[in-house]
C-alpha cells in the first residue's frame, strides 16, 4: 500500500512557475516509477512527466519539455515537479502517481496509487 499527498498548487500568472510536491509512504520505492499527470472536466488524465525511483531516468510530455522538470528526493521519498514559463493551458488538476517499473509511463492505467490532486491556474 502506498499513500501520496500532493502539495503546491495555486493561482499564478502566465509565464511564473510552481513547485508541485507529492510525498509517498511505502516501504520502499525502488521499484517503482512515479509520475506526474493532470485533468480537466470532462478530459482524460494526461501524462506530463515521470521519473524511476532507483536510476532517476525521466520522460516528459512533448509540450512540458524545457518548461517543467521532474526530480526526487530519496531522504523525504518526495517528488517534485518544478514548473517554469506557465501557460493558461498548463490549467488542470495534477496528480501525482506510483507504479511498477516497465513502460509505458504515460498511461493512467500503469498506475496502481493516486494522490488526492492539487489544482494549478494559469491566469493570462
Known amino acids: 500500500q502506498v499513500q501520496l499527498v500532493e502539495s503546491g498548487g495555486g493561482l499564478v500568472q502566465a509565464g511564473g512557475s510552481l513547485t508541485l510536491s507529492c510525498e509517498a509512504s511505502?516501504?520502499?520505492?525502488?521499484?517503482?516509477?512515479m509520475g506526474w499527470f493532470r485533468q480537466i472536466p470532462g478530459k482524460e488524465r494526461e501524462f506530463v512527466a515521470a521519473?524511476?525511483?532507483?536510476?532517476?531516468?525521466?520522460y516528459y510530455e512533448d509540450s512540458v519539455k524545457g518548461r517543467f522538470t521532474i526530480s526526487r528526493d530519496s531522504a523525504v521519498d518526495t517528488v517534485y515537479l518544478q514548473m517554469n514559463s506557465l501557460k493558461p493551458e498548463d490549467t488542470a488538476v495534477y496528480y501525482c502517481?506510483?507504479?511498477?517499473?516497465?513502460?509505458?509511463?504515460?498511461?493512467?492505467?500503469?498506475?496502481?496509487?493516486w494522490g488526492q490532486g492539487t489544482q494549478v491556474t494559469v491566469s493570462s
Open positions: 502517481g506510483v507504479g511498477p517499473l516497465g513502460g509505458p509511463y504515460s498511461a493512467p492505467n500503469k498506475y496502481d496509487y
Open positions: 511505502a516501504r520502499t520505492l525502488l521499484q517503482y516509477v
Open positions: 521519473i524511476t525511483w532507483l536510476t532517476g531516468n525521466t
